[in-house]
């Protein structure tokens, strides 16, 4: 156990100058590079601190705790390194059901890292390595042996197949297990084993590029959101920019959104048009509670006072007194609403400047193989609709999602609008080459049945009040479908026909008297894309597991992009 620390304590990065503090205790928790080992071997040389507690983040190997024992041995310093844990913890929990693999360094396991065409075997072994060094301490801290199920012949497999070996020798050692006792009883998975579901990115294509429309996918898409931290362009005028305007010069204004605000917990999944109308309810209620402590205080002459006064008036002010006593509560309802109220704001900016609810309706009928209202060419050739990566993303998903490729004419009629639009084509290129060898023309992933129908227009956000100018933007609603990835998970889950055969199941039966093998009953299962995955992904496996009782899905993936980020992946990989 740790030591309580009655000293001024400080977080440092390992890798600055530091003075020595020889009688205050130093924790280090850090990944056990090679870099980071010597710095700590540097410390114990210089004697900052009087003990050391090394944490690593990822198991660090025997070689590497032999140089920092020969290190401490040749400072004299054996007795003070306290503790050394090996914490398991290479991984980032984003939600209570949702976490990615690492925030640093993530292009060396990039959809692009993974899929270069001069990929040598020894980069993808090292690749392979940090995912599943990430997934093992992921199962560590879950404290549950999964029953693991994957795609044939992808990187799925390779990573199935490199985490199976590593949980097998770590099962084998029964005395160093990290499965066995305490662990294996604290876990919520622990009667019964997981369900592993691991698949590749190049699986499905269309969705990462796919214009969304549920609030947390589009903060995530049109905004800068990174680790569940939003940063804002807040306007300086209050006025509403018109349809088609780009927005004015603005400051910026960072907000954490996280499972402690009530709102963003039960609305981060909405269609935006359910967004602005909840904002807009949260407002009303505010100004109406507002109003109600301004009238008390008013009738009471006490506009002025502070509330310590107040609260010291007679019995007949009770009623004031527990309306202010709500004030902190009411103030930090207000920090919210003003929150999101600039969040949805800025969100609406982009979907009217870039009439992303046409983008949005468009795809999911290409997705869906509906009929369409108007023409591909139409909107790509519109200047008011989208910015070029719209108009991008729009014809990706057009050219992955159909059955036959486009006859060489129609493409060059497409290219040559996308040029004119000023695309740049290096995208399409990769995607090309992914169609023919995946030949996903003989099986396109299924986007299961039309997911929008346009509802009415909206009821609150349309009367003269609203701090939303919804006007020209469509109210879409959305009906459950299932992506590729969920329709794979649900396939297992349900113990469907047909997945066996194009799935590897390793099941791990080393010690079938304390693990029970797949049961024909699975309650939870961890659904990971290697290559990465995205927000709409996520929210559709929520919507799948809401409408299961008893059941849990957590999702993971190797990094977490937007569809700007994953375009230049692919335009990086499409390169001539």
């Known amino acids: 156990s740790m030591p309580h620390l009655s000293k001024t304590q400080q977080s440092r990065l390992l890798h600055t100058d530091r003075d020595p503090i020889p009688d205050v205790p130093a924790i280090y928790f850090v990944m056990p590079t090679e870099e980071n080992t010597d710095r700590i071997c540097q410390d114990l040389r210089n004697q900052l601190y009087e003990s050391y507690y090394l944490n690593f983040i990822s198991a660090i190997s025997r070689s590497k705790l032999e140089d920092i024992a020969s290190a401490a041995l040749a400072a004299n310093a054996v007795n003070q390194v306290t503790k050394v844990f090996d914490q398991y913890l290479n991984f980032i929990t984003l939600e209570d059901d949702m976490f990615i693999l690492c925030n640093q360094n993530k292009e060396h396991i990039s959809y692009h890292a993974i899929n270069k065409p001069d990929i040598i075997d020894t980069d993808m072994e090292a690749i392979m390595d940090t995912i599943v060094d990430s997934l093992f301490c992921f199962f560590v801290t879950l404290g549950a042996v999964p029953i693991i199920r994957c795609p044939r012949g992808n990187a799925a497999e390779m990573v199935a197949v490199k985490l199976d070996k590593k949980l097998r020798e770590n099962l084998r050692d029964a005395r160093n297990s990290l499965f066995t006792g305490d662990?294996?009883?604290?876990?919520?998975?622990?009667?019964?084993?997981?369900?592993?579901?691991?698949?590749?990115?190049?699986?499905?294509?269309a969705t990462p590029l796919h214009h969304t429309w549920t609030y947390q996918a589009l903060i995530h898409d049109v905004l800068d959101f990174h680790l569940n931290r939003v940063s804002v362009e807040e306007s300086q005028g209050s006025e509403a920019s018109p349809a088609g305007a780009r927005p004015k010069k603005k400051n910026k204004k960072s907000y954490d959104l996280t499972g402690a605000d009530k709102f963003w917990q039960k609305h981060k999944g909405s269609p935006f048009?359910?967004?602005?109308?909840?904002?807009?309810?949260?407002?009303?209620?505010?100004?109406?509670?507002?109003?109600?402590?301004?009238?008390?205080?008013?009738?009471?002459?006490?506009?002025?006072?502070?509330?310590?006064?107040?609260?010291?008036?007679?019995?007949?002010?009770?009623?004031?007194?527990?309306?202010?006593?709500?004030?902190?509560?009411?103030?930090?309802?207000?920090?919210?609403?003003?929150?999101?109220?600039?969040?949805?704001?800025?969100?609406?900016?982009?979907?009217?400047?870039?009439?992303?609810?046409?983008?949005?309706?468009?795809?999911?009928?290409?997705?869906?193989?509906?009929?369409?209202?108007?023409?591909?060419?139409?909107?790509?050739?519109?200047?008011?609709?989208?910015?070029?990566?719209?108009?991008?993303?729009?014809?990706?998903?057009?050219?992955?999602?159909?059955?036959?490729?486009?006859?060489?004419?129609?493409?060059?009629?497409?290219k040559k609008a996308l040029v004119d639009a000023g695309c740049d084509?290096?995208?399409?290129?990769?995607?090309?080459?992914?169609?023919?060898?995946?030949?996903?023309?003989?099986?396109?992933?299924?986007?299961?049945?039309?997911?929008?129908?346009?509802?009415?227009?909206?009821?609150?956000?349309?009367?003269?009040?609203?701090?939303?100018?919804?006007?020209?933007?469509?109210?879409?609603?959305?009906?459950?479908?299932?992506?590729?990835?969920?329709?794979?998970?649900?396939?297992?889950?349900?113990?469907?026909?047909?997945?066996?055969?194009?799935?590897?199941?390793?099941?791990?039966?080393?010690?079938?008297?304390?693990?029970?093998?797949?049961?024909?009953?699975?309650?939870?299962?961890?659904?990971?894309?290697?290559?990465?995955?995205?927000?709409?992904?996520?929210?559709?496996?929520?919507?799948?597991?809401?409408?299961?009782?008893?059941?849990?899905?957590?999702?993971?993936?190797?990094?977490?992009?937007?569809?700007?980020?994953?375009?230049?992946?692919?335009?990086?990989?499409?390169?001539?």
């Open 183 to 205: 662990t294996m009883g604290t876990g919520q998975f622990s009667f019964q084993r997981p369900l592993f579901v691991l698949a590749d990115r190049n699986l499905d294509l």
């Open 273 to 414: 048009p359910e967004v602005a109308e909840a904002v807009q309810e949260e407002l009303d209620t505010y100004r109406a509670q507002e109003d109600e402590v301004k009238r008390l205080k008013s009738i009471m002459g006490l506009e002025g006072e502070d509330d310590g006064a107040i609260s010291m008036l007679s019995d007949n002010t009770a009623k004031l007194t527990s309306a202010v006593s709500s004030l902190p509560e009411l103030l930090e309802k207000k920090r919210l609403i003003d929150l999101h109220t600039n969040v949805a704001t800025a969100v609406l900016d982009h979907i009217k400047s870039r009439k992303l609810d046409v983008y949005f309706e468009y795809e999911e009928k290409l997705m869906s193989k509906s009929t369409l209202d108007k023409s591909l060419l139409d909107i790509i050739s519109d200047p008011d609709a989208g910015t070029v990566e719209d108009k991008m993303r729009l014809f990706l998903i057009y050219y992955i999602t159909s059955q036959q490729p486009p006859s060489e004419a129609d493409l060059e009629q497409y």
């Open 425 to 576: 084509l290096s995208s399409l290129n990769y995607i090309k080459q992914w169609k023919a060898f995946t030949k996903m023309a003989a099986t396109p992933a299924n986007y299961g049945s039309s997911g929008v129908k346009p509802m009415g227009l909206f009821s609150r956000v349309m009367n003269t009040g609203s701090q939303f100018v919804m006007e020209g933007v469509k109210n879409l609603v959305l009906k459950q479908h299932n992506l590729p990835v969920t329709r794979i998970l649900d396939n297992l889950m349900e113990m469907k026909s047909n997945p066996v055969s194009v799935l590897v199941c390793f099941s791990l039966s080393l010690r079938p008297f304390i693990f029970s093998l797949i049961s024909t009953n699975i309650k939870h299962a961890i659904v990971f894309v290697v290559g990465g995955g995205n927000y709409i992904e996520y929210q559709n496996l929520v919507d799948y597991t809401k409408a299961r009782q008893g059941k849990r899905v957590l999702y993971g993936c190797s990094e977490l992009f937007n569809a700007a980020q994953f375009m230049k992946q692919l335009s990086q990989l499409g390169q001539k």
